[in-house]
């Protein structure tokens, strides 16, 4: 190695470090000052809620908000650890040194090392996994789960993983191989394709995997919700409650799916927690979600980010710096596909992270106007009361850091959407 490209391996291995341990740093920081406000706003219910949420129920949330956000911590230290062992500690080039003599080279080899690292890491997690659900979870009356369940579930997954997941590894790994220098754009239009699939696929045949969905047969809020979107001039195939409360007591409603496959689930939580008028002020707020193609803008901007990001590993994959210096050395006989993947996968969070804030912001302007819109429906103060509803049986925090609802929070806290809905919260 020429001292160039021996400088170039170092500031890459240096500019690593930097993101890993900041990324790691303002994450302990952000979780460290929503623990601290909310243990230190939890004596009393704040003033604009003081006649609808009662003290008890106010101290669980925080509680529970920080019981989440210390798990959170537990969990950003270990998947830095890990990534430092995968990486510079020799995990990644140590697997894949093992895959090269077990197999010799090619495009089985590529997939197994993606398999392996896919399914290392996952097991991993599990212990994390259990102790949200059976731990945290459990201590606050939400877990609904037995171990059994967790388990299937778990093997169902990887299955299910494992039958979408590896043949459209297998192709993106034969593109890169096969597709001369502009293969970043073909892996992209079959990345792209592949997820559409999914979108029109998942309803019909991925979720009831693992959960029952029933046609909604409650046939006066049927008429109601039916008129209601009709109203907004919505289509949808069909309205489903789904058996949320297998799971967990969190409650919910969602729209899923893609063009004639889509559908309305309830979650059987939900329908049990909301009086007709405010189902449907939350009805017409997901509605406010399509009108406003707010999926859609997601979606678009999600395939620009992967399009870029595929464009520079195109720059990437070919430079042996990028290898080494996240510590692994490439294959000089074989194809480096899996690695490069690997490792690009692994590092771009550290820096898509610091545009958190930005996601953020844009998913909280579309929720209020997805409020709005319900508004102009339905009735304000049955969105309210359906909402105050919703963040009290969650548990969520009426008392969040300001900085760490900036930085995370996809939904407005309470107190700022309550107040857009009824005057009197302001
Ligand atoms: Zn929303």
């Not at 927690?273 to 803008?297: I, M, S, T, W």
Request: glycine share 8%.
């Amino acid at each position: 190695m020429n001292t160039d490209s021996a400088t170039t391996e170092a500031v890459w291995t240096a500019v690593f470090c930097f993101f890993l341990l900041a990324h790691w740093g303002v994450k302990v920081w952000l979780a460290s000052r929503q623990i601290r406000h909310v243990a230190a706003h939890q004596e009393t219910v704040p003033a604009a809620f003081a006649h609808t949420i009662d003290l008890a129920a106010h101290q669980k949330a925080a509680q529970y908000t920080i019981a989440k956000t210390r798990l959170g911590l537990l969990s950003t230290s270990s998947s830095t650890a890990i990534l430092l062992g995968w990486t510079l500690l020799g995990g990644l080039h140590a697997l894949n040194h093992a895959l090269v003599q077990l197999m010799g080279h090619g495009l089985w080899q590529q997939l197994a090392l993606l398999g392996g690292f896919v399914l290392i890491g996952a097991l991993l997690e599990l212990p994390l996994s259990w102790y949200a659900t059976f731990r945290v979870e459990e201590r606050f009356g939400f877990n609904k789960m037995t171990l059994g369940l967790w388990v299937t579930d778990g093997i169902k997954g990887a299955l299910v993983g494992a039958v979408l997941g590896l043949p459209i590894a297998a192709l993106v790994l034969w593109l890169m191989e096969a597709a001369g220098p502009a293969w970043w754009l073909w892996a992209w239009l079959a990345w792209t394709g592949f997820n559409l699939l999914l979108l029109l696929v998942y309803p019909t045949w991925i979720a009831p995997l693992f959960n029952q969905f029933k046609p909604l047969d409650d046939e006066s809020l049927k008429t109601r919700v039916q008129a209601l979107m009709q109203r907004c001039g919505f289509q949808a195939r069909g309205l489903f409650v789904m058996d949320g409360s297998k799971r967990s007591a969190h409650a919910n409603a969602y729209f899923t799916g893609l063009g004639p496959a889509k559908r309305v689930v309830f979650f059987d939580t939900l329908l049990s927690q909301l009086k007709p008028n405010e189902l449907d002020a939350v009805l017409a707020h997901e509605l406010g979600h399509f009108k406003h193609k707010h999926v859609l803008k997601r979606m678009v901007a999600l395939f620009g980010l992967s399009l870029l990001g595929l464009a520079v590993l195109g720059l990437l994959a070919g430079q042996s710096w990028f290898y080494t210096g996240l510590g692994v050395q490439p294959n000089m006989a074989g194809a480096n596909s899996a690695l490069a993947l690997i490792l690009f996968l692994s590092a771009t969070p550290l820096v898509t992270f610091f545009i958190t804030p930005l996601m953020s912001l844009s998913s909280r302007a579309h929720e209020f106007e997805a409020d709005a819109y319900a508004v102009s429906q339905t009735n304000g103060q049955d969105l309210a009361n359906a909402l105050l509803k919703l963040y009290q049986d969650n548990a969520n925090t009426l008392t969040p850091d300001p900085l760490f609802v900036k930085f995370y929070y996809s939904h407005p806290p309470a107190n700022e959407r309550l107040a857009r809905l009824v005057p009197s919260h302001a």
